[in-house]
């Protein structure tokens, strides 16, 4: 079965930092795109960063360019997000979610093409 898992998602301080993991299994993940969306109380399911393990492109929001870094270890089947200098505006439930195949990340990530999610991990920054 196709399975998505999310992890390393706490509480942390503003300015700090955290990776998350995505940890994939079920399909051709060397394929596929997969994308990182966040969810905050009342406001809707939006993508900020893709990474695309069949062409190599990436994308970020200008809300986390230059502050998180997305990465792929497709040995492992799992994609990385390194999240530095956080604010507490970025909290949130945060989602993997994978698209393809064949997908690409050069316009961006967008909620209806994805295929397969992942249940979530909630992270809240202090201030």
């Known amino acids: 079965e196709v399975q998505l898992v999310e992890s390393g998602g706490g509480l942390v301080q503003a300015g700090g930092s955290l990776r998350l993991s995505c940890a994939a299994s079920?399909?051709?993940?060397?394929?596929?795109?997969i994308g990182w969306f966040r969810q905050a109380p009342g406001k809707e399911r939006l993508g900020f960063s893709c990474?695309?393990?069949?062409?190599?492109?990436?994308y970020y929001s200008d809300s986390v360019k230059g502050r998180f870094t997305i990465s792929s270890d497709n040995a492992k089947n799992t994609v990385y997000l390194q999240m530095n200098s956080l604010k507490p505006e970025d909290t949130a439930v945060y989602y993997c979610?994978?698209?393809?195949?064949?997908?690409?990340?050069?316009?961006?990530?967008?909620?209806?093409?994805?295929?397969?999610w992942g249940k979530g991990t909630p992270v809240t920054v202090s201030s």
């Open positions: 990474i695309s393990n069949s062409d190599g492109s990436t």
């Open positions: 079920g399909f051709t993940f060397d394929d596929y795109a």
């Open positions: 979610a994978a698209e393809g195949p064949g997908s690409t990340c050069r316009w961006g990530v967008y909620y209806y093409a994805m295929k397969y």
